[in-house]
């Protein structure tokens, strides 16, 4: 069980890569969905299946990690997406927004999974927290995957296969590391909405909308440490200004940086989460 979760991803790569070359060299756009949905759900199903063979408890099962992953996945993007339609608009606050739905949905849909479980532990509720995160990431970078396919200029591969490297690189990092920490804290006020539940729904949504806008707050950075007083009088008279080789490198830097912050932050808080279940465990075992 150890390396299943490793032949599971290497297997899973090697067959990604084989369709990405075939459908490049053939054009045949009937193998787009099969590109799609493995370079799509390989990070997040390698990841259960590393998180399912961590030392789990009997009430974690296999059945119940595949409703975890597929039902809390679909519930949560079909809840984001409705919820998102109605209340988001342009704003300043858009990104809060986002991040207070996406990770208000996550973790409902986690209540609903685990109605039935009667026995709750801390590492329990992270790893199912996990499972239906990283089932709400694969089916959102399905369709990340899907709108990058398309471009003026017609169909285009190279945009699909980069998408999905880029979000499969970002997805332990994102999606299901937020809803493991709520996960964990859920379990371990045994299911009801405590006070450190809702406390830890507010900092995860928060990570998650400093990490929507981090690229927004790269860009502001940049212009108030490198900005030309020209650049300022063009965004002024709302006219997009163009921007030198440095300043495109300082925004990459940046961007980068806030990423990696967050990503260590959110580390450290799910370590602090996990020693609170070694502490649990040693005490339910004395």
């Excluded at 150890?2 to 090697?14: A, C, H, M, P, Q």
């Excluded at 299946?49 to 099962?61: E, I, K, L, M, N």
């Excluded at 990104?95 to 207070?100: A, F, I």
């Excluded at 790893?127 to 995160?133: M, P, Q, S």
């Amino acid at each position: 069980m150890k390396s299943l979760w490793l032949r599971i991803f290497l297997t899973g790569l090697v067959l990604w890569l084989a369709t990405v070359i075939v459908t490049g060299w053939t054009g045949n756009s009937n193998l787009v969905p099969t590109v799609v949905l493995f370079g799509s759900f390989l990070v997040p199903v390698t990841f259960v299946v590393w998180a399912y063979g961590r030392g789990r408890s009997p009430v974690v099962t296999v059945e119940l990690l595949f409703q975890a992953f597929v039902i809390g996945g679909v519930l949560g993007v079909l809840g984001a997406s409705l919820l998102e339609s109605w209340l988001i608009r342009p704003s300043l606050l858009m990104y809060v927004l986002v991040g207070l739905i996406e990770e208000g949905v996550k973790l409902a849909a986690l209540v609903f999974v685990t109605r039935r479980v009667a026995r709750r532990s801390i590492k329990d509720g992270v790893v199912l927290g996990a499972t239906v995160g990283f089932g709400f990431a694969a089916f959102e970078s399905a369709g990340y995957a899907f709108n990058a396919l398309f471009t003026s200029e017609g169909l285009s591969l190279s945009q699909l296969v980069e998408t999905e490297v880029l979000r499969g690189i970002l997805t332990p990092v994102g999606h299901g590391l937020w809803t493991a920490i709520a996960g964990g804290v859920l379990f371990a006020a045994r299911g009801r909405l405590s006070v450190p539940v809702v406390l830890t729904y507010l900092g995860v949504s928060l990570l998650h909308a400093l990490w929507d806008s981090m690229s927004a707050i790269a860009i502001a950075i940049t212009l108030v440490l490198t900005g030309r007083p020209w650049q300022f009088e063009l965004l002024r008279i709302g006219r997009v200004p163009h921007v030198s080789a440095w300043q495109v490198h300082v925004y990459t830097l940046l961007n980068w940086v806030g990423l990696i912050v967050i990503s260590l932050v959110a580390l450290g808080w799910l370590w602090g989460v996990m020693s609170a279940g070694r502490r649990e465990r040693e005490i339910l075992s004395q």
